[in-house]
């Protein structure tokens, strides 16, 4: 069964820097990873994109948090991470991890369960 694992989240106070780390997980014979991606919920508001990368490296980011957060992957170990810096109160909610798997030659998405970050002003 393939799962997707988050962690790092937690309180931390504005200016600080988490790291999340999402772990694609189950027999790697069974799938490949295509694009990856983190996501972000808060109540009430829609799941807004963050920051997403492709198989091949190439990153994008939501202007918010341009010039802040990194998006990177480690493909041997099946993790995308998200190193968050300068953090603001406005970037407290629910971080979720995305990826696009490729399983018996179909293509699909799947999350992560979601991993809290709350940034204290």
């Known amino acids: 069964q393939v799962q997707l694992v988050e962690s790092g989240g937690g309180l931390v106070q504005a200016g600080g820097s988490l790291k999340l780390p999402c772990v694609v997980s189950?027999?790697?014979?069974?799938?490949?990873?295509?694009?990856m991606a983190w996501y972000r919920q808060d109540p009430g508001k829609q799941r807004e994109l963050v920051a997403a990368?492709?198989?091949?490296?190439?990153?994008n980011y939501a202007d918010s948090v341009k010039g802040r957060f990194t998006i990177s992957r480690d493909n041997a170990k099946n993790t995308v991470y998200l190193q968050m810096n300068s953090l603001k109160p406005e970037d407290t909610a629910v971080y979720y991890c995305?990826?696009?798997?490729?399983?018996?030659?179909?293509?699909?998405?799947?999350w992560g369960q979601g991993t809290q970050v709350t940034v204290s002003s």
């Open positions: 995305n990826a696009q798997l490729v399983i018996r030659s179909i293509r699909n998405p799947y």
């Open positions: 189950g027999s790697r014979s069974m799938f490949d990873i295509n694009d």
């Open positions: 990368i492709t198989s091949g490296g190439s990153t």
